[in-house]
């Protein structure tokens, strides 16, 4: 099969295994529709602050497991490494999973923000660089309580180390690059209420009420 082919096929692979969402799967179990309450995103933060820590880190552990076999099955089928660097298969397995978690044909195509799904992915892609803007994340929201800030912060470091290391091997700069513009755009409601100082604080009770503020 021609390259392009497998390369498409990697993608809505990925794709779809991106669309199957965790969090309404763990909202539903609980008599909850996630999309209705809270942010009312389907993402790990919304469930977490409606539905508790619990019921927050299986959502968590969905979305990270759906990302990390989306890019194990890229590799399968368009495999390949170099320079310490998962191969395109991964890279676009990995990225149309986040783009089905963000936007997911099953439901509308109201998901969650990526978070899990892309710390999966960069974790996948490139070990070390991944583990480490995974911890600068988790020392973020540690430091300041906000998991908006921290993710942003994971994909911004993740951009920076990949460029300054596989500088000149553009598809692998562009993927970086693409994931960190993703978490901007999902959070972009997110950066207004950080400027604004009313972005909610990890361990804040969402409630359903027109105050809460909403993510579309």
Sequence with gaps: MPDI?????????????????????????????????????????????????????????????????????????????????????AMVGGFFAVLGHNWPCFFNFKGGKGVACSAAVIFFVNPLWGIIAIAVCVAVIAATRYISLGSMTMLFTYAVLMCATHWGRWVTCGF?????????????????????????KIGHKAADSPDTPRDE
Excluded: M, Q
């Design 176 to 200: 970086a690059l693409a994931l960190f513009v993703l978490v901007v755009v999902r959070h972009r409601t997110n950066i207004t209420r950080l400027l604004n100082g009313t972005e909610n």
């Design 5 to 89: 082919l497998l390369t498409v096929a990697t993608a809505v692979a990925g794709y779809l295994l991106g669309c199957v969402s965790t969090g309404i799967l763990v909202s539903n179990r609980a008599g909850v529709d996630i999309r209705t309450v809270g942010s009312h995103n389907t993402g790990a933060s919304n469930v977490l602050r409606v539905l508790g820590l619990k019921k927050g880190l299986v959502t968590f552990l969905g979305d990270f497991l759906k990302a990390t076999l989306a890019c194990w099955l890229g590799s399968l089928i368009l495999p390949g490494e170099t320079f310490g660097v998962a191969g395109l298969g």
